[in-house]
C-alpha cells in the first residue's frame, strides 16, 4: 500500500504568498491539505509595482482557502529586504502558532534588466530580497530549530545554471547565487537535522503570460503544456515530509523536459 505523505501537523512558513494564482499559494494549499499549519508573508507593494497587480483582498481570500482544509493559517504583510525581517518573522510565527519546522524561501524580485540600463539601484533591490533576504531568514530558522530531526529548507530557483536568461540579469545572477547557498548549508545543516534542497519549477503560467509568451514556451515543451503552480507544490510537499529525509543538497528541475535554446 502507497504511504501518504505525513507532515504530522507541521508548522510551514511561505514567504511571497500574495496571489491567488501564484506559485506561494499553491504552495500554502498543497501543504494545508497533508494538515501543515500555514504562516506565509506578502508584500503587496512589490505585486502593484507588476503589470500583473493583485487585488486588495487577495491575501485574506487565500487565508480562508487554507482554512478550509482544517488548519491554523495566519499570515503577515513584510519587506523581506528590511534586515530586521527575518526575527520579526520567526519571532510571530512562534507567537501565533508555535515553532516552525518548514521554511519555503518562495518570495523573490525581479524587474527585467539588461547590462545596458542596470544600476546599483536596481541590483542591490535584487540582491536585498533574493540573496540577503533568503540566506538571512534561512540562518535564523535554522539558528532556532531545536529538534532532532524533521527540518525542511526549501529554495524557489529558476533554472540560471542551465542556460543564460538575456535581458534578466540582475535577477538571474542572484537567484543563481540561492543554487551555491544552497548546497553549502545543507552541508552546515545536516547535522542539525535540517534538510536544504532547491527547486527549479521552470516557466509557469501565474498569470504573467501573455499569448505571444505561451506560444513560444509551447514550442520547448514536449509535454504540450505549460507549468502550473500546483506542479511546483506537489513536488515541495515531498521535499518536505519525512519520505524526504534522505534528499538533501539538491537543485532540483521539475519543469516538464522545458527545452532552452
Given at each position: 500500500?502507497?504511504?501518504?505523505?505525513?507532515?504530522?501537523?507541521?508548522?510551514?512558513?511561505?514567504?511571497?504568498?500574495?496571489?491567488?494564482?501564484?506559485?506561494?499559494?499553491?504552495?500554502?494549499?498543497?501543504?494545508?491539505?497533508?494538515?501543515?499549519?500555514?504562516?506565509?508573508?506578502?508584500?503587496?507593494?512589490?505585486?502593484?509595482?507588476?503589470?500583473?497587480?493583485?487585488?486588495?483582498?487577495?491575501?485574506?481570500?487565500?487565508?480562508?482557502?487554507i482554512?478550509?482544509?482544517?488548519?491554523?493559517?495566519?499570515?503577515?504583510?513584510?519587506?523581506?529586504?528590511?534586515?530586521?525581517?527575518?526575527?520579526?518573522?520567526?519571532?510571530?510565527?512562534?507567537?501565533?502558532?508555535?515553532?516552525?519546522?518548514?521554511?519555503?524561501?518562495?518570495?523573490?524580485?525581479?524587474?527585467?534588466?539588461?547590462?545596458?540600463?542596470?544600476t546599483?539601484?536596481?541590483?542591490?533591490?535584487?540582491?536585498?530580497?533574493?540573496?540577503?533576504?533568503?540566506?538571512?531568514?534561512?540562518?535564523?530558522?535554522?539558528?532556532?530549530?531545536n529538534?532532532?530531526?524533521?527540518?525542511?529548507?526549501?529554495?524557489?530557483?529558476?533554472g540560471?545554471?542551465?542556460?543564460?536568461?538575456?535581458?534578466?540579469?540582475?535577477?538571474?545572477?542572484?537567484?543563481?547565487?540561492?543554487?551555491?547557498?544552497?548546497?553549502?548549508?545543507?552541508?552546515?545543516?545536516?547535522?542539525?537535522g535540517?534538510?536544504?534542497?532547491?527547486?527549479?519549477?521552470?516557466?509557469?503560467?501565474?498569470?504573467?503570460?501573455?499569448?505571444?509568451?505561451?506560444?513560444?514556451?509551447?514550442?520547448?515543451?514536449?509535454?504540450?503544456?505549460?507549468?502550473?503552480?500546483?506542479?511546483?507544490?506537489?513536488?515541495?510537499?515531498?521535499?518536505?515530509?519525512?519520505?524526504?529525509?534522505?534528499?538533501?543538497?539538491?537543485?532540483?528541475?521539475?519543469?516538464?523536459?522545458?527545452?532552452?535554446?
Open positions: 500500500m502507497e504511504q501518504d505523505i505525513s507532515l504530522e501537523r507541521r508548522i510551514a512558513i511561505v514567504t511571497g504568498a500574495s496571489r491567488l494564482n501564484g506559485i506561494g499559494a499553491g504552495i500554502c494549499k498543497a501543504l494545508a491539505s497533508k494538515g501543515m499549519d500555514i504562516y506565509f508573508t506578502y508584500w503587496t507593494p512589490y505585486d502593484n509595482e507588476m503589470s500583473w497587480g493583485i487585488s486588495p483582498n487577495e491575501p485574506q481570500v487565500l487565508q480562508a482557502n482554512t478550509e482544509y482544517g488548519v491554523r493559517c495566519e499570515r503577515l504583510e513584510l519587506d523581506l529586504s528590511e534586515t530586521l525581517a527575518p526575527a520579526k518573522l520567526l519571532d510571530s510565527v512562534e507567537k501565533e502558532l508555535g515553532k516552525p519546522s518548514i521554511l519555503i524561501n518562495n518570495a523573490t524580485y525581479s524587474i527585467d534588466v539588461g547590462y545596458d540600463t542596470l546599483a539601484e536596481v541590483l542591490d533591490r535584487h540582491y536585498q530580497v533574493n540573496i540577503r533576504g533568503t540566506m538571512l531568514l534561512s540562518a535564523e530558522f535554522a539558528r532556532r530549530f529538534s532532532a530531526r524533521g527540518g525542511r529548507i526549501i529554495n524557489l530557483t529558476s540560471q545554471s542551465l542556460g543564460p536568461m538575456a535581458g534578466n540579469i540582475a535577477y538571474a545572477t542572484t537567484k543563481g547565487a540561492i543554487d551555491a547557498f544552497t548546497l553549502t548549508l545543507s552541508a552546515e545543516l545536516a547535522g542539525k535540517i534538510t536544504v534542497n532547491a527547486v527549479n519549477p521552470g516557466p509557469t503560467d501565474t498569470g504573467w503570460m501573455d499569448d505571444d509568451v505561451k506560444d513560444h514556451i509551447l514550442t520547448k515543451s514536449p509535454t504540450g503544456r505549460i507549468g502550473m503552480p500546483h506542479d511546483a507544490a506537489r513536488l515541495i510537499a515531498f521535499l518536505a515530509s519525512d519520505e524526504s529525509d534522505w534528499v538533501t543538497g539538491q537543485i532540483i528541475h521539475s519543469e516538464g523536459g522545458f527545452q532552452r535554446g
